[in-house]
């Protein structure tokens, strides 16, 4: 079966440091990855998406940045933290295809400081 | 631009009654509409998942039902428990898309 996983699952952070949140799915080939941020008392905000190895959409521009340097393995970075950069940080995997529905990861909770 | 809508943006219920919690979305053009279970603090539980030419699917005491031309779907939730309390989110996938759009969700409440 396959499983997600997401780590840390805290994390408390200084404004200017650096930030990196992992991601990786076992069990299927070739998925569809996902970074979500959900702030406080507000929706999810679809932040990255990746369709294949390398391959990366940015859907708001900021200073965070993602990668995928191995087919399900995401990664989500950012050189300098910044206060509006809390909140609570979601990824999620599909089957490659239209028709299938997300499975979450656990999440990390982030304050930065 | 897909816009999803989710009301109520919260209930609260006794235990034991049946309810309904709506969502909508302004362009039709759909592939599918997942509904989600988020507890707090915790990541989401996926409930349900409608393909565009499913009319509803059921799961235990939940049943979803999608109605395209209309831009709505329906999550009814039957004899609620307190173990039912958490937000409930629904996500739209647009036609020619990967992704998820997100409504901002119903909190449920359900009162022993």
């Known amino acids: 079966s396959q499983t997600i996983h997401q780590w840390p699952a805290t994390l408390v952070q200084p404004v200017g440091s650096p930030l990196s949140l992992e991601c990786t799915v076992e069990?299927?080939?070739?998925?569809?990855l996902y970074w979500y941020r959900q702030a406080a008392g507000r929706g999810l905000q679809l932040l990255f998406y990746s369709v294949g190895i390398g391959q990366i959409s940015s859907e708001v521009p900021q200073n965070l940045s993602a990668s995928r340097p191995q087919d399900r393995q995401f990664i989500l970075s950012s050189k300098k933290l910044l206060l509006s950069d809390s909140g609570f940080y979601l990824c999620a995997w599909s089957a490659g295809g239209r028709d299938y529905g997300y499975t979450f990861g656990s999440g990390t909770r982030l304050t930065v400081v | 631009k897909q816009e999803v809508t989710q009301i109520p943006a919260a209930l609260s219920v006794p235990e034991g009654e049946n309810l309904v919690l709506n969502c909508s979305f302004t362009?039709?053009?759909?592939?599918?509409l997942q509904w989600f279970r988020q507890d707090p603090g915790k990541g989401l539980t996926s409930l349900l998942l409608i393909q565009s030419s499913q009319r509803e699917q059921t799961s235990g005491r939940l049943n979803a039902s999608l109605d395209k031309s209309s831009g709505r779907s329906t999550l009814y939730i039957a004899a609620s428990q307190p173990g039912d309390s958490a937000t409930y989110l629904c996500a739209v996938k647009a036609s020619g898309t990967y992704k998820y759009i997100f409504g901002t969700g119903t909190r449920l409440k359900v009162l022993a």
């Open positions: 362009d039709s053009a759909i592939y599918n």
């Open positions: 069990g299927t080939s070739n998925p569809n």
